[in-house]
């Protein structure tokens, strides 16, 4: 069978019901790697969906190098085709388009993969990471049972009823069980995006626009930023002539009539921080553009240093923080000479850096190492956390430790004794 893809789910999924409803996608059993923090120690592969197609094909494991390793890259993902859903969902009426909540982490992600890690994306800002949108996993625990974390069959809007398992199985990064089945929450698509891109004179004033957009209650739908070496990458990556500053992408999701409030509204902001912007894009194709423009990112940043390899890591701090913490980063990345072009999802306080550098070269190896330590201690000085949606895997160890606490760590030591007594599921991942 072709294999699925979760975003050959996105925007194709037909829903009679009310707006929040679910969806369930069988996986059956673990993925392998990923490439940056969290996603490093390969289980076994083998996916299944729902409507019984692979989810997608087994990866090969990579040998790991100094520090964790990176996919190689892909070709940038292909639009879905309007007939990849088959059986009940394809051929049920479609009374209104509706999409999974869009996140857009690593290209080829699974949707337990993202479960597992607590992944999130460019929407998250509006729609939430996915410990909010999962209302229920099917779990094989490492005994072998079937643990439904909701209750069997159970998905309702919210629920006080005992701890929140879900939320237990949501970023444990493969370490407490399989998840065999996600159900997730849906949201309607917005009748009117308009996408725009602007530039800034400085990386404080581009963060600057972001925090005074939140505190304006614009409910902005993704604002994502580059810096301007990411910027002058993409653009040239992209081919599109953008500005070599430092950048902002916004989209704004509502009714025809609130969109153009909220674009007057954003506009202001920009003005007011220096910024210019470029006209609002508002048809699909032309949002499509400026998207895959974002989207390609990591191939951008490697081809920054052909032949070199590329390291992403990411921390999360609070918003009031956010441009402190990116301005010092950035200073830092000069300082130590580092290629580490910058993107976040900074609506979110969340920021990655894409490290490219020679994995044969032990001393600027060390250099990166040094560098992602100290990163993310400054988010976890900032009141932050080390990681807001890579999760620790082998190499944030350390940083857990200092970020949760010796109670805290001996609270997730207890629940993986509880659990997996034998150290079965990814030993040596995350504590
Ligand atoms: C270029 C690039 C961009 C990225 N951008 C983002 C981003 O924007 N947002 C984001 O959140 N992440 C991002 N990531 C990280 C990564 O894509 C996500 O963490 C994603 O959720 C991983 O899903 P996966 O299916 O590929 O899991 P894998 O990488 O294969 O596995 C990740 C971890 O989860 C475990 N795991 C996987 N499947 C299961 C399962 N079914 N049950 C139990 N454990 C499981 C694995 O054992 C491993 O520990 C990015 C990565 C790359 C390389």
Known sequence: PRPLQRSHLQGHLP????????????????????????????????????????????????PSPPLPPAPAPSPPRQAPPPHALSGRAARAKPARARQLNTHNPGADASLCGMAATGASGTNAVRYGAMRPNVLNLRVVLPDGRLLHTAGPGRHPRKRAAGYDLTSLFVGSEGTLGFLTQATLRLHPLPEASAVTIA??????????????????????????????????????????????????????HGSQRSLAEQQQQTEEIVHQ?????????EGQEER??????????????????????????????????LPDVVVETKQDLQASNITGPMVGHVGDGNFHCILVFNSQDPEEAQRIHAF????????????GTCTGEHGVGLGKRALLQEELGPEGLDTLRSIKAALDPHNLMNPGKVL
């Open 15 to 62: 829903w009679p019901g009310p707006c929040h409803r679910r969806l369930s996608v069988d996986n059956a059993v673990v993925a392998a790697d990923d490439g940056c923090d969290g996603g490093h120690a390969a289980v076994c592969t083998g996916a299944q969906a729902a409507v019984g197609r692979r989810l997608r094909p087994p990866r090969p494991r990579v």
């Open 273 to 281: 921080n220096g910024g210019s912007s470029v006209a609002w894009a």
């Open 199 to 252: 530039s800034f004179p400085s990386v404080g004033a581009a963060v600057a626009c972001t925090v005074q957009v939140l505190q304006a209650a614009v409910p902005v739908a993704r604002i994502e930023f580059l810096d301007e070496v990411m910027a002058d990458a993409c653009s040239r990556f992209s081919e599109m002539e953008l500005p070599v500053a430092a950048t902002l992408l916004l989209e704004l």
């Open 372 to 383: 992602t330590e100290r990163l993310g201690r400054r988010a976890l000085a900032a009141g």
């Open 288 to 321: 499509e553009r400026l998207w895959s423009m974002r989207h390609n990112a990591w191939y951008a940043a490697l081809a920054l240093r052909p032949g070199c390899q590329g390291y992403s890591t990411d921390v999360c701090v609070p918003i009031s923080r």
